[in-house]
């Protein structure tokens, strides 16, 4: 299993500025990946995070607007830049517990954006 | 690309009811896995399948993945008030990331 430590647990942020979302595991990792619920859906994958090479980016995700990092393979961040009302969701940090792809998920407790 | 659809989209029981969500692919998974998401938490895996016609059972809780490996079901028998939560289905995409459904959320009244 893995546990993952994601924080800030929820924000309140004003238009126009940026959050930095952090993600730490206690395990090494291959992949991290990156999800966004908007209230009452599903989970969207934004991207998947490797080590060593830049992230992979879901359709209708870009760079730009969510920088990610992942310096190690036990810690990520997400930036959600540039932020609008649009915006405001949960993002949830996901790593697996195995080898891929025959294993279960595990996710962090999310960061509860709200954009104002 | 992949697209995982799931229903219903809501369930209202009443405890002691069984309740049945189902999910459909539009292409062929290698797996399928359930989550169990309750309010205001994270979702939380409950069980993976991987071969053609599959059942597997979990107290209350049967899961099904159908022969053509493209459809799945969960099933619970006798609701009781601590299964209130969404489930989800979700599909391995190309990229080993999940891919899930819309997900049902289950509503049980004592």
């Known amino acids: 299993s893995a546990v993952i430590s994601q924080k800030p647990s929820r924000d309140i942020c004003q238009r126009g500025t940026s959050l930095t979302i952090q993600c730490q595991v206690d395990s090494q990792v291959t992949m991290m990946f990156w999800y966004r619920q908007q209230p009452g859906q599903s989970l969207t994958l934004i991207a998947t995070?490797?080590?060593?090479?830049?992230?992979?980016?879901e359709s209708g995700f870009v760079i730009d607007k969510f920088p990610i990092s992942r310096p190690n393979l036990t810690f990520s961040t997400l930036t959600v830049s540039n932020m609008s009302p649009e915006d405001s969701s949960i993002y949830l940090c996901?790593?697996?517990?195995?080898?891929?792809?025959?294993?279960?998920?595990?996710f962090g407790q999310g960061t509860r954006l709200t954009v104002v | 690309g992949q697209q995982v659809m799931q229903i219903p989209q809501y369930q209202h029981v009443q405890e002691g009811e069984d309740f049945t969500t189902y999910c459909n692919s539009s292409t062929t998974l290698s797996n399928i896995q359930w989550y169990k998401q309750r309010p205001g938490g994270h979702p939380v895996f409950l069980i993976q399948?991987?071969?053609?016609?599959e059942v597997k059972k979990q107290k209350r809780l049967t899961f099904q993945f159908g022969e053509a490996k493209k459809n799945s079901s969960l099933h619970i028998t006798a609701t009781q008030t601590t299964d209130v939560g969404t489930y989800f289905c979700?599909?391995?995409?190309?990229?080993?990331?999940?891919?899930f459904g819309k997900g049902t959320s289950l509503l049980v009244t004592p």
């Open positions: 979700a599909g391995v995409n190309s990229g080993y990331a999940l891919n």
């Open positions: 996901s790593v697996a517990g195995g080898i891929l792809p025959n294993t279960e998920a595990f």
């Open positions: 399948l991987v071969k053609s016609g």
């Open positions: 995070a490797n080590q060593g090479s830049e992230a992979t980016y």
